[in-house]
């Protein structure tokens, strides 16, 4: 039977939080031609993001300047990108994310599968409203223009946050007739079997498509995973596969991305610290666990290997080091 297993993150609220002591040491931290780059590590990665917030305010309000602006104006590189990320609220982030991956250079598919798979139902709500006040248009109008066929229809299914949720959508009369058609738009790619992929995989609660998941194995004799990589391809495959597996364990499928990241896409560095700040403060520890467990290295390893200076640093205090990652 499926159960949430308890998630645990690596960064928690500080304790004796005092917001004006942590403003003035920022602020002197970023005055002059050079920074004390230590100092904002020190501060911005041992501090809960509501702390960061507030630490952002009472900076506001001590010295007449907004944190964000500082810190973008003082830093450069991939470093300025964890200071700057980490004072973000985590729906900002993600909208951020989502209009970067659509409006950058090219379209970043593997940041939209990514973000839209993962998150609840509230959290796409949310993404939503963000979205549209930050950005002054939808997040579905910018994803009905910049993607394409099956991807951008199961896109915008996830976009509209419809997935049942709760443990009262665990129906286990339908459980072999989901299995059975979920086999079927494996053997068959029509138009039609996509649609009723899409309408099982991306709107079934996570505690059904646990039991038809396993249902599907006693079918079929395959893992859903393999039959979905066998019958589809691109970004739609892509799409469908991380959904199957944020199902079975989102913090697995954290672990795979980073690892991904790292070795298959030469440490790519804007997905690496979106999925260390994004999951910081919720699973990041299990995701840690599960990368060690799967690929042998610790990511704090692997993080030492490929990152270098400060970046590396502020990296390695998001993931606090356990005793075996050294």
């Avoid at 248009?137 to 949720?165: C, K, N, V, W, Y």
């Avoid at 396993?214 to 739609?236: E, K, P, R």
């Avoid at 990041?284 to 990368?291: D, T």
Wanted: a negative charge.
């Amino acid at each position: 039977m499926y159960c949430g297993q308890m998630n645990q993150g690596t960064i928690f609220p500080a304790a004796d939080f005092n917001p004006g002591q942590d403003a003035e040491i920022l602020a002197s931290a970023l005055q002059g031609m050079g920074c004390n780059k230590d100092d904002l590590i020190d501060v911005l990665t041992q501090r809960s993001n509501a702390q960061r917030l507030t630490i952002g305010q009472v900076y506001s309000a001590m010295y007449g300047r907004d944190l964000v602006t500082d810190l973008k104006e003082k830093l450069s590189d991939h470093f300025k990108e964890v200071m700057v990320g980490l004072m973000y609220p985590p729906i900002f982030f993600d909208a951020h994310e989502l209009r970067h991956a659509m409006k950058g250079a090219g379209t970043d598919e593997n940041c939209l599968i990514e973000i839209l798979a993962s998150r609840t139902n509230s959290e796409i709500y949310a993404i939503n409203e963000v979205y549209m006040t930050q950005f002054g248009i939808p997040l579905e109008e910018d994803i009905d223009s910049e993607t394409s066929g099956h991807f951008r229809d199961a896109l915008m299914i996830l976009a509209q946050g419809a997935r049942e949720e709760g443990y009262g959508y665990e129906d286990q009369g339908m459980v072999a007739q989901d299995a059975t058609i979920l086999w079927q738009a494996c053997q068959d790619k029509t138009g039609e079997h996509k649609n009723m992929l899409q309408e099982i995989l991306l709107k079934k609660s996570y505690q059904q498509l646990w039991l038809a998941f396993q249902q599907f194995q006693l079918v079929s004799g395959q893992d859903i995973v393999q039959a979905i990589t066998n019958c589809y391809d691109g970004h739609f495959q892509e799409l469908l596969v991380a959904v199957v597996l944020c199902v079975r364990d989102k913090a697995s499928y954290f672990a795979y991305k980073l690892y991904s990241a790292i070795y298959d896409f030469g440490f790519h560095n804007r997905t690496i610290i979106r999925i260390m700040i994004s999951r910081s403060e919720l699973d990041l520890m299990n995701i840690k666990r599960n990368y060690k467990d799967r690929y042998g290295n610790s990511l704090h390893h692997d993080i030492k290997k490929y990152a270098s200076g400060h970046y590396e640093a502020a990296l390695l205090a998001i993931c606090t080091g356990d005793a075996e990652d050294y």
